[in-house]
């Protein structure tokens, strides 16, 4: 499969010129022409912090490069900025539907405006959106997560291991999608020890959304929380969490990823703060987009991707979680998923 990166330089109020260019790793070389023309094209436009985040911008490249290469597509990509517009979003999807790319994955709630407007003008073509619900268009699909019953589990979790009876959780901005983050969190901590002490901090409040990624601002907020004696933090924060695992570094304590399974995404040594990772499966979701694209079994819609179907959970590498806890984090899993246990998705 070959892969190509869409460098978009978008205007305000319409789109400006953009450039293909063929890569490979941080280089920059020409096209064999004797290669076999790709069979499809899928695009990619990455929110905020974009490819490389360790998280579902990452997650949404793994699958589709997995499902575009098994059937002999290829990978088109477009990364976000923080001063974006809707003017700015509508001319990315714009060009990629233009350059004939199908289907179309767009990553994250901000595109919401942008692809009901282009979903429209490219009735033909299949999009996809992550982490939003609110596009109704006959050629959208949207993918969900269920991140409040992963987060659940990310709360047993700190509640178990945590010998302060502290725990904490640091949203990169205050919005309902990551407040159903905090929701799952606290039910599962409250759960696993109903005397456990919950802290919360949100870096930005929109319109600001610079809290997915300013590793800085999420160190002091941890900072803030290990001083006061808690000892392990859920970050849902983007890129900012990177700075909440430097900050349990220096404190010698702990921290929980998101999305992706961090500890194996993360440099050494910080991957050792890493006491598990909420997994949101946007892989195994835009993955199941494609194919379904490809074998013409697409749907409008919504998908919802939860524990039940394997669309979250929690990570095990680096064998930090003790056995007690392992058990007690299935067993609360197999309850939600019997529906024994109802997981809150908002905040009270």
Do not use: H
């Not at 606290?186 to 901090?201: M, R």
Request: proline fraction near 3%.
């Amino acid at each position: 499969m070959r892969r190509r990166t869409l460098t978009a330089a978008l205007g305000l109020a319409a789109a400006a010129a953009l450039v293909l260019t063929a890569c490979a790793g941080e280089s920059t070389e020409t096209t064999d022409d004797t290669a076999a023309e790709p069979e499809f094209t899928v695009g990619v436009a990455y929110d905020l912090g974009g490819r490389g985040d360790g998280g579902f911008n990452d997650l949404a490249w793994d699958g589709a490069t997995e499902a575009a290469e098994a059937a002999g597509g290829e990978v088109i990509e477009s990364t976000a900025r923080a001063e974006d517009t809707d003017a700015d979003r509508v001319a990315r999807l714009d060009l990629m539907a233009q350059g004939g790319a199908d289907p179309i994955i767009a990553v994250g709630y901000l595109y919401a405006t942008a692809l009901t407007e282009v979903a429209q003008k490219y009735p033909d073509t299949s999009f996809a959106i992550v982490d939003d619900d609110t596009v109704d268009q006959p050629n959208v699909t949207s993918l969900m997560f269920a991140a409040n019953e992963g987060s659940f589990l990310a709360g047993v979790a700190a509640a178990m291991e945590s010998t302060t009876g502290k725990v904490g959780f640091i949203g990169g901005v205050n919005i309902p999608l990551i407040n159903e983050f905090q929701a799952g969190f606290d039910a599962g901590a409250l759960a696993a020890d109903p005397d456990i002490e919950l802290s919360a901090s949100y870096l930005t409040e929109p319109p600001d959304f610079n809290g997915f990624n300013d590793p800085q601002r999420g160190a002091e907020a941890a900072n803030g929380m290990y001083d006061s004696g808690v000892d392990v933090i859920f970050a849902a924060a983007g890129g900012s969490g990177l700075g909440v695992f430097e900050s349990a570094d220096a404190a010698g304590t702990w921290a929980i990823g998101v999305d992706s399974d961090q500890y194996t995404t993360t440099d050494e040594p910080l991957n050792e703060v890493i006491l598990t990772s909420m997994l949101k499966r946007v892989d195994v979701g835009v993955s199941s987009f494609i194919e379904s694209v490809l074998d013409g079994t697409v749907t409008a819609g919504t998908t919802v991707y939860d524990l039940s179907s394997d669309g979250v959970g929690y990570s095990t590498s680096g064998d930090f979680l003790s056995p007690e806890t392992i058990e007690a984090i299935d067993e609360f899993a197999a309850q939600i998923t019997s529906g024994e246990i109802v997981v809150p998705a908002t905040l009270d």
